[in-house]
């Protein structure tokens, strides 16, 4: 089935690293995504990875794919306070039309 | 290039009335979709367009219509609203390889 996993809640304090988890289902997915969404706004794409990759580093984030087991993760350096939101894993369903699967989203909180 | 756009941005209806929530994106993708965001949940689609004249319903359709008869509009229908319409909607477009999403739409049924 389609069923994308993230654990709801990671406090954080400024400065360290965040490290966001997520399991997904369907190994036949292409590419798996990391959105990011601050309170009243819409999602903003971060990072994407294609599955063929283990790992894709953009400046502070990082994002690791295990195929195996199906486990991706999204790590952030230095974590800021203007990193506090909601953060949704989503894989491409490769059934067709670009369908995107979402996890509930993780809400990350970083305290000073 | 403004990406997509969505209006209203916020909106309070009545049960059993009607609204059209806009979607315009200037990326000239085929792919657009309508999604809900309940609260503490991920999004569940509405329906989808692959295509001007081309729509599909996806995991959530019931009480939604949609039409898209450009390739830069995809608006959707609420005919008549019920409480369990309440969400916050999110219109998408698709390149080949990411989704990039509007600033959403906040409904409230009463």
């Known amino acids: 089935g389609e069923d994308v996993e993230q654990s709801l809640f990671l406090s954080v304090r400024e400065g360290d690293s965040s490290v966001i988890n997520c399991t997904y289902t369907d190994s036949s997915s292409t590419y798996l995504y990391w959105y990011k969404q601050e309170p009243g706004a819409g999602l903003q794409l971060l990072t994407y990875i294609f599955s063929n990759m283990d790992m894709k580093q953009d400046q502070r984030l990082t994002v690791l794919l295990n195929k195996k087991d199906k486990h991706l993760s999204l790590r952030i350096a230095d974590t800021q306070t203007g990193d506090s939101a909601i953060y949704f894993c989503a894989e491409r369903w490769d059934g067709g039309y670009n369908k995107l699967i979402f996890g509930a989203g993780t809400r990350l909180a970083v305290h000073p | 290039n403004a990406g997509v756009t969505q209006t209203p941005k916020f909106r309070i209806l009545k049960i059993g009335q009607s609204m059209t929530l806009q979607c315009t994106q200037d990326?000239?993708?085929?792919?657009m979709y309508w999604y809900r965001q309940d609260p503490g949940m991920g999004l569940k689609l509405i329906y989808y367009s692959v295509g001007a004249g081309i729509t599909d319903k996806g995991e959530v359709p019931n009480g939604y219509n949609v039409s898209r008869s450009t390739t830069e509009d995809f608006p959707l229908r609420l005919e008549l609203a019920a409480p369990s319409q309440t969400s916050v909607y999110f219109c998408?477009?698709?390149?080949?390889?990411?989704?990039?999403f509007g600033p959403g739409t906040r409904l409230l049924v009463l």
């Open positions: 990326m000239n993708h085929n792919y």
């Open positions: 998408a477009s698709s390149s080949s390889e990411t989704q990039y």
